[in-house]
């Protein structure tokens, strides 16, 4: 059994690439309520456009989805505004997940501990 299928013949299927809002796909500012996404960052949207053009599926993640209600509306005007698709909306990672792209994240090596590149400072917080 490969990793590939391991959750099933149709796991490629339900694979996604997650994609931060704030600070990753949209400049990050100062917070000024769910009405207020900053502008958008080229490289990443070029990224994600390429993406959707080769069939992948891209969820935006973000924490301001904790609050469906207020969050996803203007997200979904940004998304349109900006030339992006009706993208799921999510604040949840789940086992179809395969990546995820984001501005605070610090990649380990899995079963680990070890970062992957330099150690950040470990007590920095």
Not at 30 to 59: A, D, S, T
Not at 68 to 80: N, S
Request: include cysteine; aromatic fraction near 8%; charged fraction near 30%.
């Amino acid at each position: 059994m490969t990793d590939e299928n391991k959750f099933g013949e149709d796991a490629e299927s339900r694979q996604w690439i997650g994609v931060d809002l704030d600070g990753t796909l949209a400049e990050a500012e100062p917070w000024q309520g769910f009405e207020h996404i900053g502008k958008p960052v080229p490289n990443m949207m070029k990224r994600v456009k390429i993406w959707l053009e080769l069939g992948y599926r891209v969820k935006i993640l973000t924490a301001r989805a904790q609050d469906p209600e207020q969050a996803i509306p203007p997200i979904r005007a940004w998304l349109t505004k900006h030339g992006l698709p009706e993208l799921e909306i999510t604040n949840a990672k789940d086992m179809d997940m395969i990546e995820l792209w984001d501005d605070r994240c610090v990649q380990v090596v899995p079963n680990t501990g070890n970062p992957v590149g330099p150690n950040p400072e470990p007590y920095r917080r």
